[in-house]
Nanobody, 115 residues
Framework: QVQLVESGGGLVQPGGSLRLSCAVS????????MGWFRQAPGKQRELVAT???????TYLNSVKGRFTIFRGNAKNPVYLKMNSLKSEDTAVYYC?????????WGQGTQVTVSS
C-alpha cells in the first residue's frame, strides 16, 4: 500500500518561506510525474507545480518566480520550496505522484500565511 505524507507546512508571515516535503512509503516502481496542488477554503483544488521524471517543470502563473519544485530521492522524491509567501497562498497543500498507472495523493499539509 503506497502512502504519501506531506510535511513542512505551518504558520508563516507574509514574505516568509517554507519547504514542503513528500515522503513515500510502500512500493512505487516507476514515477511518471509529480506535483503539488493546493486547496483553499471554499475554493477548487488547483495545480501549483509539476515535474516529470525527466525534470520538465510547470508552474501556476501566480507562483512563478516564487516557488520551485524539485526532485529528491526515493524516500522523498519531490519537494516544493516556497518563497515570498503571500496571504493568498494560504491553503492545504497536497503532494501527488503519478506512478505505475495510478495517481497517489497525500493527506495534505496546512500552509497559513498571516501576520
Amino acid at each position: 500500500q503506497v502512502q504519501l505524507v506531506e510535511s513542512g507546512g505551518g504558520l508563516v508571515q507574509p514574505g516568509g518561506s517554507l519547504r514542503l516535503s513528500c515522503a513515500v512509503s510502500g512500493s512505487i516502481v516507476s514515477i511518471d510525474r509529480m506535483g503539488w496542488f493546493r486547496q483553499a477554503p471554499g475554493k477548487q483544488r488547483e495545480l501549483v507545480a509539476t515535474i516529470t521524471r525527466f525534470g520538465i517543470t510547470t508552474y501556476l502563473n501566480s507562483v512563478k518566480g516564487r516557488f520551485t519544485i524539485f526532485r529528491g530521492n526515493a524516500k522523498n522524491p519531490v519537494y516544493l520550496k516556497m518563497n515570498s509567501l503571500k496571504s493568498e497562498d494560504t491553503a492545504v497543500y497536497y503532494c501527488k505522484i503519478t506512478a505505475d498507472g495510478y495517481d497517489y495523493w497525500g493527506q495534505g499539509t496546512q500552509v497559513t500565511v498571516s501576520s
